[in-house]
């Protein structure tokens, strides 16, 4: 069932799955395509939770199933696809898969990556092998620092 024309981006898509052993189903390329969209509207700001995801794309799918996304999103970060960021709050799947850190608001919950290199740099060139690292930054967004907190907050 060809109902739509196949784009490089598509390709591309059935092939980055293929090299992890999944098979690119419509589930998947709906689950996906809320990245590529979030990520389009803010590269930065592209951490969704998987209800997020649910709600987003039960509008191209109107058949998926909560199941079928959560078990997608599993499979998707399992193959390194997604990134997975742990809460406080709902866990969040990340469209960026390079090595990056995080600033959390606190008020909305929002992330946003954050480039700490200097870090590992430093610890590199004194003999430290980094292996992995999630530096979690909170505090307040531009948005919600703006804002007047609530009376009696
Ligand atoms: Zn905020
Ligand atoms: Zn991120």
Redesign the pocket.
Known sequence: MASHSTTTADLGFAQMLRAHGLRATAQRRAIYSVFADAARADASNAHLSAEEVFQQARVQLPELSRATVYNALGELAEAGLLGLVEGPGPRRFDANVSAHHHFR?R??Q?LQDVELDSVEVTLRERGFQVESSHVMLEG??P??AARPSPAGA
């Open positions: 608001c008020i909305c929002e307040l967004c948005g919600c």
